[in-house]
């Protein structure tokens, strides 16, 4: 009985002794200064590890992979592309890595303190892999949009020629001394567009857009969506009048001959009430 608890003692001791020196670095280290895009992430697993940049938002980028060892307590990085070594070693904080020798990742000084990041380690590949699902999320995302503008343009385009019975430049008649000076112009070949201007300086551009429109036997529709309103043209064809706008909306269409860019004319034509 004693030979076997003397045998059990000294196979306890071997493994303790067996382990001194070979610390378990397993865990994921950050690293970042203010002339860096994102934070640079070392992420040690086992025998391996990975560096990477965590460019935010869930986007990475891999640099390269390595394999782990330790000597002498000190984590050992070696690239399994090239000869590149990096050395590394605990910090004071017993969490952090102190890095001996950063210069052979291009950094200026040898000595950084990589701050150790409670959530790794990281599943790279799987990040990866979700990265690569989302950018082609994205990329979809956006041919669907290139191809809804390409109809839309095209939509736009066929019903061009009908704006002929609406063309000129055309005043919002203000309402309210907060109303801001508007022009819209509506013309076959620019088809319709709309500036705003602070009433008391036409330098001062409050807004653009170029609002979808439809030439129907009801009048001209312009707007997108449940902003869309329809407009009717007076006999005379001088004045566009909302037909079903919450609050009284009309349009005078300016003298052909004169330019809205004369602040003075134009500020006289949508009123000051």
């Not at 290139?146 to 000129?168: C, F, H, I, N, T």
Request: aromatic letters at 8%.
């Amino acid at each position: 009985m004693s030979t076997l608890f003397k045998f059990a003692v000294t196979a306890v001791i071997g493994a303790l002794l067996s382990g001194c020196g070979n610390e378990d670095f397993t865990g994921a280290y950050r690293f970042k200064d203010s002339g860096m895009i994102g934070t640079m992430v070392l992420n040690v697993h086992g025998d391996e590890a990975e560096l990477f940049g965590d460019l935010g938002k869930g986007d990475i980028k891999p640099f390269s992979k390595m394999k782990v060892s330790v000597k002498d307590e000190k984590l050992l990085l070696d690239d399994v592309s090239s000869s590149t070594r990096l050395v590394m070693r605990r910090n004071v904080d017993e969490r952090s890595l102190d890095c001996l020798n950063c210069k052979v990742l291009g950094m200026r000084t040898d000595e950084h303190v990589w701050k150790y990041d409670p959530e790794g380690p990281y599943d790279v590949d799987q990040m990866l892999k979700e990265q690569a699902r989302k950018n082609e999320e994205a990329l979809n995302a956006e041919l669907e949009k290139m191809q809804r503008e390409v109809l839309e343009q095209a939509r736009r385009d066929s019903e061009a020629p009908k704006l002929e019975p609406y063309e000129g430049d055309w005043v919002y008649q203000r309402t309210t001394k907060h109303d801001p000076l508007t022009i819209m112009g509506i013309w076959r070949e620019k088809q319709i567009r709309v500036w705003s201007f602070k009433f008391d300086n036409m330098d001062h551009r409050l807004g653009y857009e170029k609002p979808g429109f439809e030439v129907t036997d009801a009048g001209l529709k312009i707007g997108d969506g449940s902003k869309t309103h329809l407009y009717s043209l007076s006999a005379d064809k001088k004045v566009l009048t909302c037909m079903d706008c919450k609050r009284s909306e009309r349009w005078a269409k300016a003298d052909p001959k004169k330019d809205l860019s004369d602040r003075r004319y134009a500020r006289e034509m949508a009123g000051n009430p």
